[in-house]
């Protein structure tokens, strides 16, 4: 069996989809696409993806058995400079946790609160 990577597929679970959609659109300035769920219990909207290439693919989840958190597991969104996303987050509705910060030879991050409560990371390297 060959090498992969650890993540394949993300979801972040969210209480209002289209509120979810405008805050992660506005803050990435990327447009998410609908993405049909194959169990056809879930709403999804998926964020840009070649599952091609390095990285994982992911989508914005409705679902009657999940629901979004502070706590839990925070994706990282790679991103050209953090302060970008970083000054786009309060007009989009969420909070800025800890800004823009060193990681040393990994780059920098910012880390956010969404529209839904859900704790995301913004990565760069510069």
């Known amino acids: 069996m060959s090498k992969m990577n650890a993540v394949g597929w993300f979801d972040i679970y969210v209480d209002d989809l289209d509120r979810a959609v405008a805050f ?6 990327q447009t998410l696409e609908k993405m049909d769920d194959p169990t056809g219990q879930s709403q999804m909207m998926s964020f840009p993806a070649d599952m091609g290439a390095y990285g994982a693919g992911g989508a914005l989840t409705k679902a009657e058995y999940a629901s979004p958190g502070v706590g ?3 994706v990282y969104f790679m991103v050209e400079d953090t302060a970008v996303q970083e000054a786009r987050v309060g007009e989009a509705g969420g909070v800025v946790i800890r800004p ?4 040393g030879e990994f780059g920098w991050i910012s880390l956010c609160q969404d529209t839904e409560g859900n704790m995301v990371g913004f990565n760069s390297m510069k």
Request: charged share 15%; net charge neutral; glycine share 16%.
């Open 72 to 74: 839990g597991t925070i």
């Open 24 to 29: 992660y659109e506005t803050v990435l300035g």
């Open 100 to 103: 823009k910060f060193s990681i």
